[in-house]
């Protein structure tokens, strides 16, 4: 078990749980890995931490000898996208997702563009303990080639199944990666572009905006009288959208609304798709009814992805956002996901509200601070609490209680018919799970 990496790479608190040490070591496992060789790409989102990690990385990079290429600012699936297109051994993003501006981390894409397994994340630990040096003549060299950034750009662009003329549309980038990139391809697509928090302004990334805090874009939705709205987090990755009327459509919702175009349009591969452990029962009925078969992955993108190739299917994801769509990227992207939601929208002739229309079950979640994840999941006493949660619920719900893999919490979430019953109960493991710190 990997003892850095979690659900979504290595993230943490930069100076404590992620400083200049560990990520050299990283990138020079990476070199390890390479042989005194190859070539990797590097991008980061905005935060102020950025150039610190991507100075210690690439220091271990052309230590071992590997070349590097600096892709500056740029998503997380256009690291993806280009370690794929242009032939990198590995592609490496410094971001925290959707975490505070404290926060950073590394994610690493194979040359297939895919997040790499838990066991190859393993093997890069394993080299933590070595250092290569590589001999004078044979240290790696950095350079920077914009022409990468334009490839992604033209990428989506091309993704698109129609233009977007006459049809207004808010985005909001987090402050983080796609503050200028999702504008510009949205302009191209020939939708009338309303812009918020897309600043490069790396102190407020996520900071009451983006996927994670949706309501102020709402309310520029409504307000400017928008179609639609779509809101990133700091490396663009989630997508979290809007609907005319201000209402929040989630990862499950899109998921939803693309999974019956798709089976439209006999696009859908093996009339299945991926949702994870948290998608709401509600998605699991209505996907039923136009035969769309529902598998649930753990909580992780990757772990979605991993589902998906076993079994062929095109589409999944997950409540927070992240969508992929492997026939055209096989990890998840934001701004294509959004683009994609936009064009079968526009072609279906209906508002978003109600081309994503889903009758969900009520959810409560709730997330508890703790500093031993593992030792609080396998206490008796939270073990009997969920017993009797479910047991409450008499089979009209569920109950699901896990770690974080990102970060030091316990995420409890109780479905079912009543919301209030599903509050109470919620507090109830909440209690239960403070109870034991």
């Known amino acids: 078990m990997a003892i850095f990496f979690g659900t979504d790479g290595l993230r943490g608190v930069v100076g404590n749980e992620l400083n200049f040490d560990i990520a050299f070591k990283c990138g020079n496992s990476m070199s390890q890995r390479l042989a005194c060789g190859g070539k990797v790409c590097i991008g980061r989102d905005t935060r102020q ?11 271990g990079l052309l230590a071992g000898g590997a070349e590097v290429v600096d892709l500056g600012i740029i998503p997380t699936a256009a690291v993806a996208y280009i370690t794929k297109s242009k032939g990198f051994d590995y592609g490496i993003v410094i971001t925290a997702s959707h975490n505070p501006s404290e926060y950073n981390g590394i994610k690493i894409f194979s ?3 895919e997040k790499l397994s838990d066991k190859e994340e393993e093997a890069i630990e394993r080299r933590f303990i070595h250092t290569l040096h590589a001999p004078a003549d044979k240290i790696g060299q950095l350079s920077q080639d914009q022409s990468l950034r334009k490839s992604y750009e033209d990428f989506l662009v091309s993704s698109a199944s129609c233009c977007l003329n006459g049809m207004k549309v808010v985005l909001d980038g987090s402050n983080g990666a796609s503050f200028d990139i999702a504008p510009k391809v949205f302009k191209k697509l020939g939708a009338k572009v309303y812009k918020t928090s897309c600043s490069k302004e790396g102190k407020h990334i996520n900071e009451n905006c983006g996927a994670l805090h949706p309501e102020k874009l709402a309310e520029k939705v409504v307000r ?5 709205g779509f809101a990133f987090d700091g490396d663009a990755d989630r997508l979290i959208a809007v609907d005319e009327q201000g209402n929040i459509v989630d990862g499950d919702l899109v998921i939803t609304a693309l999974a019956k175009s798709f089976k439209s349009q006999n696009i859908l591969s093996h009339d299945g798709v991926v949702g994870t452990s948290q998608t709401n029962m509600g998605i699991e009925i209505e996907l039923k009814k136009h035969g769309i078969k529902l598998y649930r992955a753990d909580v992780g993108d990757k772990y979605v992805a991993a589902l998906m190739n076993e079994h062929g299917l095109c589409l999944g994801g997950e409540q927070s956002g992240h969508v992929i769509m492997n026939k055209l990227l096989p990890t998840g992207d934001g701004i ?4 994609t939601l936009a064009c079968n929208c526009k072609k279906s002739g209906k508002l978003l509200s109600e081309f994503c229309e889903v009758k969900l079950f009520p959810q409560a979640n709730i997330n508890v601070i703790v500093n031993d994840k593992l030792r609080i999941l396998g206490s008796e006493k939270l073990l009997s609490a969920i017993t009797d949660t479910q047991q409450e619920l008499a089979g009209l719900g569920r109950v699901l209680v896990r770690a974080s893999g990102t970060e030091p919490k316990i995420r ?10 599903c509050q109470n109960l919620a507090s109830y493991l909440a209690k239960v799970v403070a109870s034991l710190e």
Not at 49 to 59: H, K, M, P
Not at 412 to 421: F, K, L, R, S, T
């Open 49 to 59: 931490s950025g150039d610190y990690l991507f100075s210690a990385l690439c220091a």
């Open 111 to 113: 040359k297939k563009g």
């Open 224 to 228: 400017l009288g928008a179609d639609m």
């Open 336 to 339: 294509l996901t959004a683009i």
């Open 412 to 421: 409890i979430m109780v479905e079912g018919e009543n919301p209030a019953v």
